[in-house]
């Protein structure tokens, strides 16, 4: 399923290599409808979230979440940048992840837990990209008030916010928005990839 039929993906991005069609599609639109998302399509994020590798099988995502509409969205709205407010108004859900600095299993830092946390969002938007919904994250909030107001202990590292709703049209986005919503390209394969030694040229 296509997020937004009014995009074309393939006009923006062409792999170099043949693959899966799902990691091409994915994407990061801002353009949602302000209609609900089922509850078990959310969940459905979440168990693909849930699958994530992480060191040790620490697993130290947590997701906090407010649907829109229930007494815990404004709460999280008041966290957004007024910039993201914009199109953040619009989404079904919006959602702050966190990770565990520490390990549970013994007593030693997580230096990967931001990682774990990012590897578990990318099983999540995915799975939403299958299902043809939107999901944004943007380090534009309030992490220190997202802390305090969401009751996040000292423990937990704020890692990303993220919207997720419908697809919406375009235009109904404010012009500085509508001007960048399109599928980013990447950097070629030979500038990432290092055989042996860095190099980076």
Partial sequence: MTISTEIDVHQYRKPEINIDELFVRRWSPRAMS?????D???MRLFEAARWAPSASNEQP???????????????????????NKRWCKNAAVLMVIISKIRFTKYDAENRTHSFSAGSAFENLQLQATNLGLVVHPFAGFDENKAAEALGIPEEYY???MVAIGMPGKIGNLEEKDRIREFPSDRMKLNELIFEGKFDEK
């Avoid at 995502?61 to 940048?81: E, H, N, P, Q, S």
């Fill in 34 to 38: 302000g209609q609900s998302v089922p």
């Fill in 40 to 42: 078990k399509d959310l």
């Fill in 61 to 83: 995502w947590r997701f906090i979440y407010a649907k829109k509409g229930t007494k815990y969205w404004d709460v999280f709205f008041d966290l957004v940048a007024e910039g």
């Fill in 158 to 160: 704020v890692d990303v």
